[in-house]
């Protein structure tokens, strides 16, 4: 058997799905569903991410049990600035002091792991990062 990343469901407040279409277009991947309700973006390998506006109203806590973050990666180092830029225009606060490079988490002193974090309007904690060798 061989298994792989099919999609995840995100609930989120209704007033915020152009938020994370706007987001995903911006990196690239593709609208697979739309409706008043939802938005499904596809990445180039087939793994989806549904946003569903039916949210209760309480808060994430993304240090509590659960997934602390999603980690989105990138081709290359430029792409995270891209990002960080993308994100300080649309007022989005980048967190931890990112974008940086994080030497503890690269694959060599030739590499780096260089990411910026943030949180959505729904505090879901994202990570666009690149790893691979230093630009």
Known sequence: MQAYLGHIQ??????????????????????????????????KNGTSFWFIGAAKGVSNDYDGPGVNHLGISVSAQADVDAAATYLTDHN???????????????????????QVMFESPDRILFEIVYIGPKS
Do not use: C, I
């Open 10 to 43: 995100f609930n989120v407040q209704p007033d915020n799905l152009p938020f994370y279409k706007e987001l995903f277009d911006f990196l690239g991947w593709s609208q697979l569903f739309e409706t008043d309700s939802m938005v499904a973006v596809v990445d």
């Open 92 to 114: 989005v606060t980048h967190l931890f002091g990112t974008p940086q490079h994080r030497p503890d988490f690269s694959q060599g002193p030739d590499h780096t792991y260089y």
